[in-house]
């Protein structure tokens, strides 16, 4: 079992950029890690993941923009996001979790953090 703590978030222009990080409890180096977000009104997504290879995959919506990376030594997730506009306004939340039956089922989730983009 591995708690998740997300830092970062915060209130940026549109066009800015912002950093999240996850910090996990124990060992990350098992696990496949991902960051999801939800928007108001909104189903949540999975915005991007990263394998315990360092296999990286992102939702269309952020590809290009954002950039997931791991560091298992440090046992801390990052989620770069760049050129930032109103609709990546969301609460994100870090989780780390496992492939079944070829989709990503995450299994631990942090508390999420407000990301919010205004003018």
């Known amino acids: 079992q591995v708690q998740l703590v997300e830092s970062g978030g915060g209130l940026v222009q549109p066009g800015g950029s912002l950093r999240l990080s996850c910090a996990a409890s124990g060992s990350i180096f098992i696990y496949h890690m991902g960051w999801y977000r939800q928007a108001p009104g909104k189903q949540r997504e999975l915005v991007a993941r990263?394998?315990?290879?360092?296999?990286?995959i992102y939702a269309g919506s952020v590809s290009g923009r954002f950039t997931i990376s791991r560091d298992n030594a440090k046992n801390t997730v990052l989620l770069q996001m760049s050129s930032l506009k109103s609709e990546d306004t969301a609460v994100y939340y870090c989780?780390?979790?496992?492939?079944?039956?070829?989709?990503?089922?995450?299994?631990?989730w942090g508390q999420g953090t407000q990301v919010t983009v205004s003018s």
């Open positions: 990263i394998s315990t290879g360092g296999i990286t």
């Open positions: 989780t780390a979790g496992w492939i079944t039956s070829g989709s990503y089922d995450p299994r631990y």
